[in-house]
């Protein structure tokens, strides 16, 4: 599991590449809502950089590590949720949420039929309560973090389709769709498991590095990138 198209670099890879870039006068940008690093210049982006969670960026002193970060990432699927609390970057709690959302048949989730079908009979009726109920509780789990924790980021990975599910039940996310904590997760994921969850402990202490055509023949990294083979989820 890692994000698509990127290679996992090391610290020092990545410290050499913003020196490059800041040598060469070229544009690097820090965005918080992907805690990412876009670097630029005339020719358009050159490198996106993904910083591990527990670090953040300070123009004058590069990457710094956070002593004491909070967040939680919230995985959903059609019938299955994983959430998951995590401090400097290790999996302290979490819970597992399914739901009788999906119609066997059509192998789609209730809430995508009725977009397209607009039908409503016993078992699609049954089917939306138990949405309805799956997003509750999903929601009434992140009320208790937030209460508990100073969170600094929330970290969800869930299809947009489901976004309205999540963010305009009836109890809600303590959070919003454009709140500035919140970080749309760019690992792909299958299962919203527990174990994805674990993958990801250790996924978001690395940086992930995705260089542009233009980007690969302007820096000069010299590296070797990160022998291991990704589990396929």
């Not at 410290?15 to 490059?20: D, G, P, S, T």
């Not at 498991?193 to 993958?199: A, H, K, N, V």
């Amino acid at each position: 599991m890692k994000i698509p198209q990127t290679q996992v670099v090391t610290y020092n890879v990545a410290l050499l590449l913003v020196n490059q870039a800041s040598e060469k006068g070229w544009d690097i940008s820090y965005l918080p809502g992907k805690q990412q690093l876009l670097i630029e210049n005339e020719l358009g982006w050159l490198a996106k950089l993904f910083l591990p969670w527990t670090m953040t960026w300070l123009p004058n002193e590069k990457f710094q590590v956070q002593e004491d970060v909070h967040y939680c990432l919230t995985l959903v699927r059609a019938g299955q949720a994983a959430v998951g609390y995590f401090h400097q970057g290790k999996l302290l709690d979490h819970k597992v949420f399914r739901g009788y959302l999906v119609r066997q048949k059509q192998g789609m989730s209730q809430f995508k039929y009725l977009k397209t079908k607009g039908k409503s009979r016993a078992g699609s009726r049954i089917r939306l309560e138990e949405t309805q109920v799956f997003f509750k509780e999903i929601n009434e789990r992140l009320q208790v973090y937030a209460k508990q924790y100073p969170l600094n980021h929330w970290g969800l990975g869930c299809a947009k389709t489901m976004w309205p599910l999540l963010f305009d039940g009836e109890v809600k996310p303590p959070f919003s769709s454009k709140s500035l904590e919140l970080i749309e997760l760019p690992y792909p994921f299958v299962k919203a498991s527990f174990e994805e969850l674990q993958e990801l402990e250790y996924r978001l202490t690395q940086f992930h590095l995705l260089l542009s055509p233009v980007g690969k023949s302007l820096f000069q990294l010299n590296h070797s990138l990160d022998p291991e083979e990704d589990e396929s989820w």
